[in-house]
């Protein structure tokens, strides 16, 4: 108790906050319940079931650490009740020479989603070449619930290697539906998208739709920073082209207020990197939605698994605690 006390006088000064960095997303209600017993009530999402309203995701594949962090990812989201989204599985379409790096099935159990990713430029051959069973094979290799389609045109356009995109992502993604009974998640990748390409996803038989918002992992900027010889210093902009998660979320609910739509299922991801930011957004959204981390998951899994272990039960804790006692404010988004 002593020591205790001593820490609270010796910490009093440094530990101040000052009345302008409040968070005016939330009402603190400590009176209206009691502290959260660390469970989580099953709930449906992507064809399966999650505890914890958190998904994983995709970030890496086909690298010699890949590996390891599927595996350490996918036994987290067994244990924990989260899903979970591969990095690109483009190799395994060719061969499975790093098939290993990518069946996480057996680490993670048959209860919760994973979900296979190709990005939209492989997605165009493949359905320009009439080979969409070549997706479906790699589904059921897998042991996935489907396919996570990620949208790029900025990022394979700064890449040396990229592919050039001849059809409109949409519809490509229109052909592929039409064509296959997959569940399908289309996603950005670091910049997110804006209204109108939403209003097309939204009213499309999609699984889900994974904002990738600008303010995490940005893969243009991330191809600008590979490029070291200074030719394309004037593309640097365009890493700070998109939209945030605040302001898609806030595009969806104008987009579900003025029409029906046939995807209400989202992933809300993009510079969340703490359960306040992803709790108010779900909160906030007017469809059923979770909040996905990416490489805030990313460099605890590199590792011992028990370091991604303890970084999840404080992602646990801080829910339980943003649940009972954090309510959103009426402001807008």
Same mark, same amino acid.
């Given at each position: 108790?002593?020591?205790?006390?001593?820490?609270?006088?010796?910490?009093?000064?440094?530990?101040?906050?000052?009345t302008?960095?409040?968070?005016?997303?939330?009402?603190y209600?400590?009176?209206?319940?009691?502290?959260?017993?660390?469970?989580?009530?099953?709930?449906?999402?992507?064809?399966?079931?999650?505890?914890l309203?958190?998904?994983?995701?995709?970030?890496?594949?086909?690298?010699?650490?890949?590996?390891?962090?599927?595996? /350490? =990812?996918?036994?987290?989201?067994? @244990?924990? $009740?989260? #899903? +979970? &989204?591969?990095? %690109?599985?483009?190799? *395994? !379409?060719?061969?499975?020479?790093?098939?290993?790096?990518f069946?996480?099935?057996?680490?993670?159990?048959?209860?919760?989603?994973?979900?296979?990713?190709?990005?939209?430029?492989?997605?165009?051959?493949?359905?320009?070449?009439?080979?969409?069973?070549?997706?479906?094979?790699?589904?059921?290799?897998?042991?996935?619930?489907?396919?996570?389609?990620?949208?790029?045109?900025?990022?394979?356009?700064?890449?040396?290697e990229?592919?050039?995109?001849?059809?409109?992502?949409?519809?490509?993604?229109?052909?592929?539906?039409?064509?296959? /009974? =997959?569940?399908?998640?289309?996603? @950005?990748? $670091?910049? #997110? +998208? &804006?209204?109108? %390409?939403?209003?097309? *996803? !939204?009213?499309?038989?999609?699984?889900?739709?994974?904002?990738?918002?600008?303010?995490?992992?940005?893969?243009?900027?991330?191809?600008?920073?590979?490029?070291?010889?200074?030719?394309?210093?004037?593309?640097?902009?365009?890493?700070?082209?998109?939209?945030?998660?605040?302001?898609?979320?806030?595009?969806?609910?104008?987009?579900?207020?003025?029409?029906?739509?046939?995807?209400?299922?989202?992933i809300?991801?993009?510079?969340?990197?703490?359960?306040?930011?992803?709790?108010?957004?779900?909160?906030?959204?007017?469809?059923?939605?979770?909040?996905?981390?990416?490489?805030?998951?990313?460099?605890?899994? +590199? &590792?011992?698994?028990?370091?991604?272990?303890?970084?999840?039960?404080?992602?646990?804790?801080?829910?339980?605690?943003?649940?009972?006692?954090?309510?959103?404010?009426?402001?807008d988004?």
């Amino acid at each position: 108790m002593s020591d205790r006390k001593k820490d609270h006088i010796d910490l009093a000064f440094s530990s101040r906050t000052e009345t302008g960095d409040a968070d005016r997303r939330f009402y603190y209600e400590p009176l209206l319940a009691a502290h959260h017993d660390g469970r989580f009530e099953p709930f449906s999402f992507a064809g399966k079931s999650m505890r914890l309203p958190m998904w994983v995701s995709s970030m890496t594949g086909g690298t010699e650490k890949a590996g390891t962090i599927n595996r /350490n =990812l996918a036994t987290a989201c067994g @244990e924990y $009740g989260m #899903g +979970m &989204g591969l990095g %690109s599985c483009r190799s *395994l !379409l060719k061969d499975d020479q790093h098939l290993a790096d990518f069946d996480v099935r057996q680490y993670m159990g048959s209860n919760t989603p994973l979900y296979a990713n190709l990005g939209i430029a492989q997605l165009e051959k493949l359905v320009e070449n009439k080979q969409e069973e070549l997706v479906e094979e790699l589904v059921e290799k897998l042991k996935a619930d489907g396919i996570i389609i990620h949208i790029n045109p900025l990022q394979e356009a700064f890449q040396p290697e990229g592919d050039f995109l001849k059809t409109p992502p949409i519809e490509t993604i229109e052909a592929f539906l039409y064509r296959t /009974n =997959l569940r399908v998640i289309v996603k @950005e990748v $670091g910049q #997110g +998208m &804006g209204p109108a %390409s939403l209003q097309k *996803l !939204l009213i499309l038989p999609l699984e889900a739709i994974e904002f990738g918002a600008l303010g995490g992992t940005n893969f243009t900027k991330l191809e600008l920073n590979r490029q070291t010889k200074g030719y394309n210093s004037h593309f640097d902009t365009f890493g700070r082209v998109g939209h945030t998660a605040a302001e898609m979320t806030a595009f969806v609910n104008q987009i579900v207020d003025q029409e029906t739509v046939n995807c209400r299922q989202l992933i809300i991801s993009g510079g969340i990197t703490n359960v306040p930011d992803g709790y108010y957004l779900t909160q906030k959204c007017k469809l059923n939605a979770i909040f996905g981390m990416g490489s805030t998951f990313l460099k605890h899994a +590199m &590792g011992d698994y028990q370091d991604l272990a303890i970084f999840i039960n404080q992602l646990q804790q801080a829910l339980g605690i943003a649940k009972n006692f954090l309510i959103p404010t009426s402001n807008d988004l």
